[in-house]
């Protein structure tokens, strides 16, 4: 099974403060996560293009073709791919969620 997650935050977001910050003091890092800083990464992510075991940092602000992609209205969200598919989405600060978002990256 090959999963992937992509995060979706905004600059200024007090809730997107809150998760990256559940995620990095529960281990994830950059060993785990790829901060998307340049529109081919977007691109790839859109067009299902993507590593898997790892998590997608893109900011809304500087990329909103990847929100618009994944009909996102409202951050934070944690997307899961599995195979390049959708299984589900965490909206908002949701620790046990989050948790299990850790364990899968570990």
């Given at each position: 099974?090959?999963?992937?997650?992509?995060?979706?935050?905004?600059?200024?977001?007090?809730?997107?403060?809150?998760?990256?910050?559940?995620?990095?003091?529960?281990?994830?890092n950059?060993?785990?996560?790829?901060?998307?800083?340049?529109?081919?990464?977007?691109?790839?992510?859109?067009?299902?293009?993507?590593k898997?075991?790892?998590?997608?940092?893109?900011?809304?602000?500087?990329?909103?073709?990847?929100?618009?992609?994944?009909?996102?209205?409202?951050?934070?969200?944690?997307?899961?791919?599995?195979?390049?598919?959708?299984?589900y989405?965490?909206?908002?600060?949701?620790?046990?969620?989050?948790?299990?978002?850790?364990?899968?990256?570990?």
């Amino acid at each position: 099974m090959n999963k992937t997650y992509i995060k979706l935050s905004m600059n200024g977001c007090a809730p997107c403060k809150m998760v990256a910050q559940f995620l990095e003091n529960n281990g994830i890092n950059q060993d785990n996560v790829i901060e998307v800083t340049d529109s081919s990464v977007a691109n790839d992510i859109t067009q299902g293009k993507v590593k898997v075991d790892k998590l997608y940092n893109v900011l809304v602000d500087d990329y909103p073709e990847v929100a618009g992609h994944f009909e996102i209205s409202s951050v934070p969200v944690i997307i899961e791919m599995i195979d390049d598919k959708e299984t589900y989405r965490i909206s908002g600060f949701v620790p046990p969620y989050l948790e299990e978002v850790v364990n899968n990256l570990k």
